[in-house]
């Protein structure tokens, strides 16, 4: 009789077990089961946080759960990235991060309150938008030859505008400058559209942006983009020649996002998500919209999350890389 209770004990636990993993199964089959909050860490209106609202929307009707936008900018998009980092890994809050907090970030400060590697699982790389070289629309400059001269004969470094000290593009302009052999004084500003306003009034010389910041005073006139920090010319501006093509062999320069979960978040989770994200990506009017933007969408070699961090990797090495080859630190 002991031996048979203790047959039937060992028996009911492995029912026990076996129902709880039937149990908890369905947890992660029907992802999501509440709304899922999307963390933009930077403010309302850049090609991020618009690209994010155009995936949430496409998102809560594939999963049938609002997928919520919510801005918290600040410190460069550490502050948002922080917030994820501490969240919980069930896959309901996400970050829609950039090359700027997850590599140029950690490569300028060693003090963050999140690591760019351990504290998040990448779930797919969405976008990335080049960085164009501007200038003011009334400088006597047309290609990167005649910057060059124009910088060298007019007797003082000329002023090139980027978002912020420390920043990705301040890196991009110290390794553009070092490339192309230009004087220069770096003026900062805080974020690429702040930028806009006095390289249009001319009271800077140049800039390097990001595309969309700059499109539509290029079309009015006001400034003068005279090429592109990308591998190919931008479909928007079909002639308008890449930095390699203007003489500047293996320079590239765009920033990039993709989606972010914290570390820990069920793999199943993060494939789910994954792959409507990826569905979003090859939808007619999404691609159209984001294109339109200026924005150079992920191929579906991209996309996966061990792509995505491959990507991560490398970016974070080539930032420490510049940051270390020209002492570029923020303050503590």
């Known amino acids: 009789m002991i031996k048979n209770i203790g047959k039937l004990n060992k028996f009911m636990g492995a029912v026990a077990a076996a129902l709880c993993v039937v149990a908890t199964a369905p947890a992660v089959a029907q992802y999501p089961e509440q709304p899922v909050r999307i963390i933009v860490p930077f403010a309302p209106g850049g090609n991020i946080d618009a690209a994010a609202r155009m995936l949430s929307t ?17 410190a460069g998009g550490s502050i948002g990235a922080q917030a994820v980092a501490q969240s919980r890994p069930d896959g309901y809050v996400v970050l829609s991060g950039s090359n700027g907090m997850l590599a140029v970030n950690p490569a300028v400060n060693p003090s963050l309150p999140y690591d760019p590697v351990k504290s998040f699982a990448p779930v797919a790389f969405i976008s990335q938008v080049p960085l164009a070289l501007t200038v003011h629309g009334k400088l006597p400059v047309k290609d990167l030859a005649s910057l060059k001269e ?16 420390g920043g990705a593009q301040h890196l991009a302009i110290v390794e553009f400058a070092e490339q192309a052999g230009i004087p220069y004084t770096h003026v900062p500003y805080r974020g690429g559209s702040a930028i806009m306003p006095d390289l249009m009034g001319g009271t800077i010389d140049a800039a390097l942006n990001e595309l969309p910041n700059v499109l539509s005073a290029h079309r009015e006139g006001q400034v003068r983009v005279i090429a592109v920090a990308a591998h190919e010319r931008s479909p928007l501006l079909p002639d308008v020649p890449t930095l390699k093509e203007a003489g500047l062999d293996g320079f590239v320069a765009y920033s990039s996002n993709g989606w972010l ?10 494939q789910k998500l994954g792959d409507a994200l990826s569905a979003a ?4 009017e999404i691609r159209s919209k984001m294109e339109g933007m200026g924005l150079v969408i ?4 991209e996309r996966s999350s061990q792509a995505y961090s491959d990507r991560l990797q490398r970016e974070l090495a080539q930032a420490r890389s510049t940051a270390e080859r020209h002492g570029i630190r923020v303050a503590q």
């Open 58 to 74: 496409y998102l809560a009707e594939k999963l049938g759960q609002p997928f919520i936008v919510e801005n918290r900018s600040g």
């Open 150 to 165: 124009y910088a060298r004969s007019s007797g003082t470094p000329i002023n090139i505008g980027s978002s912020g000290a």
């Open 261 to 270: 979960v914290p570390a820990g978040t069920p793999e199943d989770v993060m």
């Open 281 to 284: 990506l090859d939808e007619p």
């Open 298 to 301: 992920a191929t579906p070699e």
